[in-house]
């Protein structure tokens, strides 16, 4: 059994971020929405330490690469982890 956390204790589920890391998470997302390339793609920005991860499904690798630039160009950026996916995955020759 686990104990239910009471609304003035909410268990967040490990260390509280840190104000910049939101700040950048933020910044990030915002240019990734205003970007025509982007702006319809399925991808969740993270960010720990500085460190932006870019996670979920994009149409193609252009827009792939457009996404990691565009977190790069963000002030305050350390490193930018593109774990970006292509809508489908690799498909085999037959």
């Known amino acids: 059994m686990m104990p239910w ?3 003035e204790f909410p268990y967040t589920g490990g260390p509280a971020p840190d104000d910049a890391d939101v700040q ?22 993270t960010v720990q330490n500085r460190v932006v991860i870019l996670a979920g499904l994009v149409a193609d690798p252009e827009t792939r ?3 990691a630039e565009l977190a ?5 950026v350390f490193d930018v982890c593109n ?8 498909r085999s020759r037959r």
């Not at 910044?27 to 390339?37: F, G, P």
């Not at 790069?72 to 305050?76: L, S």
């Not at 774990?83 to 690799?90: D, K, S, T, V």
């Open 65 to 67: 690469r457009v996404a």
């Open 83 to 90: 774990a970006l996916r292509l809508y489908g995955g690799r």
């Open 5 to 7: 956390p009471y609304p």
């Open 24 to 45: 950048l998470s933020s910044l990030v997302a915002q240019r990734l929405s205003a970007d025509w390339t982007t702006r319809r793609q399925q991808i969740t920005v």
């Open 72 to 76: 790069w160009d963000v002030p305050g």
